[in-house]
C-alpha cells in the first residue's frame, strides 16, 4: 500500500502534530472529523460576519443568518449556540464602534506557497483574515473565554511568522504588524494586540515542518499518551450490590 502524503500542511496541521501524532492520523487519514460544538460554530458565524462587515456587506444579517445555520445544526444533538445572539451582536458593535470596521483589504486571502527548504516537498496553505497591505499589515481574529491570548503568546505562536511570511511573498513587501482581534465569549470585549512577524520565527516552524514531513514519511502516528484520545478509557463503575444474608 502506498504511504500517505498530505497534498499540503498547514499551521494548524503541523501544531496538531506536534501535540500529538495519533490526532492528526485520525483527522488526515482516517477523515474523522470532529463533531460540530458550540464554540467552534459560534467561531464560524462571527468570521462570517467580519468578512462580510469587510466587504462592505451587511455584517449583522451575514451574522445572524450563519448563527440561525449554527444553531440549527446543533439542534439534533440536544445542544445550543453559545453564547446567545445578542452577546455576538454586542462584539459586532463594538468592534464597528472602536473604528475597527468598514470595507478594507481583502477578507479570508488565501495562499497556497513552497517553504524554502526541499526537504518539504508540499505547499503551506493558509487563509490570512484580513490583509491590509495599504497599511501594510494583517489582521487575525481570535475568540475566547479566557484572557489567554496575549503578546507574549502571540509571538510565540507560528501562526504570526507564517502568516507574515506568507504575506510578504504575496504582496512584496515586508509587513510591519500583525493585529490580533480578541474577542470575549463570556463579556463582549473587543481587544487590539499588535505583534511584529519575524524571520527567526518563521525559521522555527520551517524546522518543525521537516520533522513534521519526515515523520509522516515514515509512518510515525504513536499517540502522545496524555490527550483525551490516547488516553485509556476509564472504566465505568457498575452498580453497587447488596448481598443479602441468607439462612
Known amino acids: 500500500m502506498t504511504a500517505f502524503r498530505p497534498a499540503h500542511l498547514s499551521v494548524s496541521s503541523v501544531a496538531l502534530f506536534a501535540r500529538c501524532p495519533a490526532q492528526w492520523r485520525r483527522r488526515y487519514i482516517d477523515r474523522l472529523a470532529e463533531p460540530s460544538n458550540p464554540p467552534m460554530l459560534f467561531g464560524k458565524a462571527f468570521h462570517a460576519a467580519l468578512e462580510a462587515e469587510h466587504r462592505g456587506q451587511d455584517s449583522e444579517r451575514a451574522l445572524i443568518d450563519a448563527w440561525n445555520a449554527g444553531d440549527a445544526d446543533l439542534a439534533a444533538s440536544g445542544q445550543a449556540m453559545r453564547p446567545g445572539k445578542a452577546h455576538a451582536l454586542a462584539l459586532l458593535n463594538t468592534y464597528r464602534s472602536r473604528g475597527y470596521g468598514g470595507a478594507m483589504g481583502e477578507p479570508e486571502r488565501m495562499f ?98 521537516i520533522g513534521v514531513w519526515n515523520a509522516i514519511k515514515a509512518g510515525d502516528f504513536e499517540g502522545c499518551g496524555t490527550c483525551e484520545l490516547c488516553r485509556p478509557a476509564t472504566p465505568t463503575p457498575g452498580p453497587t450490590i447488596a448481598w443479602e444474608a441468607t439462612a
Not at 147 to 176: D, P
Open 112 to 209: 497556497r506557497l513552497p517553504l524554502p527548504t526541499p526537504l518539504v516537498p508540499v505547499p503551506v496553505l493558509g487563509y490570512i483574515d484580513l490583509p491590509i497591505p495599504e497599511r501594510r499589515r494583517f489582521r487575525e481574529f481570535k475568540s475566547t473565554a479566557t484572557s489567554s491570548w496575549n503578546a507574549t503568546k502571540i509571538a510565540l505562536e507560528h501562526q504570526l511568522h507564517v502568516y507574515g511570511w506568507a504575506y510578504q511573498t504575496t504582496y512584496h513587501h515586508r509587513a510591519e504588524c500583525a493585529e490580533y482581534v480578541i474577542f470575549g465569549t463570556v463579556n463582549p470585549t473587543v481587544e487590539l494586540i499588535e505583534a511584529t512577524p519575524l524571520p527567526d520565527g518563521f525559521r522555527l516552524f520551517e524546522h518543525a515542518a
